[in-house]
């Protein structure tokens, strides 16, 4: 007993020591956590109340040297081919840097928007169901602001005829109230940021469009600048982009798409060649052969730019060219079927087997003429069949009252008379031993019950055959004498 207590007090210490992490184990989570209580602190300070709070984006250092940039490459205009190569531009870095900014734009125009739309649902709660563009939306609510009586307010420019006119319906029975001047002024606030944000975007797509056509002439041609930049921005480079494979290129600005559970397996996977020229104008059938080419193609035009093959961009002219014609090809309806001719008739004699053994055996496995009657089906009758109600054999015109005959007549076949003779020449007497089994009587085809000597016949059989030729009951062996 002394031995498992001492054993069971030893587990406890290793326990004991294991539990006891070390100094710098102390030190990382102490810091963990004090990292983790300044994130919630963060969280609780964030203030939703405050667009500034939000929105940060036009704040950052990276956002207005960029811009800064951008007006000045916009305000010295097309520039000149240069001796340097395409990495060593300083004008590259920049669009790869106004790349990865027009998507932070977008991201942050869509949080603006949604602060919008929750000031504003107080006043007009059906419009965002109504208007789903962002910059729409902070349009239409900049120019309504307080106002309840849309007919005084002009969405002229704004929206299309047909949903102004629902918007002003939707508006006279809406159940919102006035905001606040305070909450009216932090939305109509919200609102000129988006659009500056918006305004800020086209200039910097403006830009990276006006110096793709330098950057990458080839492969502006296929898909077009702005699709292009977009390419090889997510690319990291026009370098980078060249050594990329064709179906990673068509991955290229993929979006996650939530189908609600259905299957993926025939979503099409497209990035942003989805945005192309090519693939727009091309029917839904043939989308996702033209994504491929557009792919394939791209990464040839990527690659001739990125050595600067070709700065005239005829090349890439050239691919998309052949892709329209491949697209035509491809929409062109299937040639029609000729009718095949008939083969020409061979007039030569052919080797067939004929003589006595081939008719007889025609003859013998020739259909009948109650086989015909079977196999006939008479109109707007009901067949006959073996097991009633359509089920089991049919029986054709087989007892048919309309057939026109009276019976059916049988042919009559050469090879009856032969069998009727060996027929006849068969015995149907008793055997010819006598016993008290033997009877007199025969049944014949010809007479039915004939009367006949059984004894006088089995002496008939002795009297031929082998009997009467080898083995004589009157003849006897001769007996030759030698010399």
Not at 269 to 278: K, P, Y
Not at 391 to 403: K, P, T, V
Request: proline residues 5%; hydrophobic residues 35%.
């Amino acid at each position: 007993m002394a031995s498992l207590a001492d054993s069971f007090l030893a587990d406890l210490e290793e326990l004991s020591d294991e539990e006891n992490y070390p100094e710098e184990e102390t030190a990382e989570l102490a810091d963990a956590e004090h990292d983790g209580d300044m994130d919630m602190q963060d969280l609780e300070s964030l203030n939703y109340d405050d667009l500034d709070s939000v929105s940060k984006l036009q704040r950052t250092q990276r956002y207005k040297d960029i811009m800064q940039k951008v007006e000045e490459a916009l305000q010295k205009g097309e520039r000149d081919e240069s001796t340097f190569l395409v990495e060593e531009d300083p004008e590259y870095q920049l669009i790869v840097n106004c790349n990865s900014l027009s998507v932070d734009i977008e991201n942050e125009i869509v949080i603006i928007h949604n602060f919008i739309r929750d000031k504003y649902r107080l006043k007009f709660p059906e419009l965002e169901s109504l208007v789903h563009h962002p910059i729409d939306y902070a349009r239409v609510v900049k120019k309504i602001g307080n106002e309840t009586d849309l007919t005084l307010v002009d969405l002229e420019g704004l929206l299309p005829s047909a949903i102004i006119m629902v918007v002003s319906v939707t508006a006279s029975t809406t159940t919102g109230k006035p905001l606040p001047e305070e909450t009216l002024a932090k939305t109509i606030e919200a609102c000129d940021r988006a659009l500056v944000l918006d305004s800020a975007k086209k200039k910097v797509l403006e830009f990276v469009e006006s110096r793709m056509g330098y950057i990458a002439p080839n492969l502006s041609a296929i898909v077009g600048s702005a699709v292009a930049s977009r390419l090889v921005g997510s690319a990291g480079g026009l370098s980078a982009l060249a050594k990329m494979p064709a179906c990673n290129v068509q991955l290229l600005g993929t979006k996650k798409k939530n189908l609600a559970g259905m299957s993926r397996a025939s979503a099409l996977h497209v990035g942003f060649l989805e945005q192309t020229e090519v693939f727009q104008s091309t029917p839904e059938p043939l989308r996702a052969r033209v994504v491929r080419v557009l792919a394939a193609k791209s990464t040839l035009a990527a690659r001739i730019d990125s050595i600067r093959g070709d700065p005239t961009g005829k090349a890439g002219r050239d691919f998309r060219e052949g892709i329209m014609k491949k697209v035509e090809k491809w929409q062109e309806p299937p040639p029609a079927k000729l009718p095949k001719p008939l083969p020409v008739p061979d007039s030569e004699p052919k080797k067939k087997r004929g003589g006595r053994r081939l008719r007889k055996m025609k003859e013998r496995y020739a259909i009948t003429e109650l086989m015909k009657q079977k196999n006939r089906m008479p109109f707007g009758k009901q067949e006959e069949t073996s097991l009633g109600d359509g089920l089991g054999e049919g029986f054709g015109m087989l007892g048919q009252a309309g057939s026109g005959k009276l019976r059916i007549s049988v042919a009559q076949s050469k090879l009856k008379p032969k069998a009727t003779k060996k027929f006849k020449e068969k015995s149907y007497g008793s055997s010819g031993a006598t016993s008290g089994l033997t009877s007199s009587l025969a049944f014949t085809p010809v007479q039915g019950i004939e009367l006949t000597n059984p004894q006088a016949l089995g002496s008939s059989l002795l009297g031929s055959g082998t009997q009467s030729t080898y083995f004589s009951e009157t003849g006897t062996f001769s007996k030759i004498k030698r010399t």
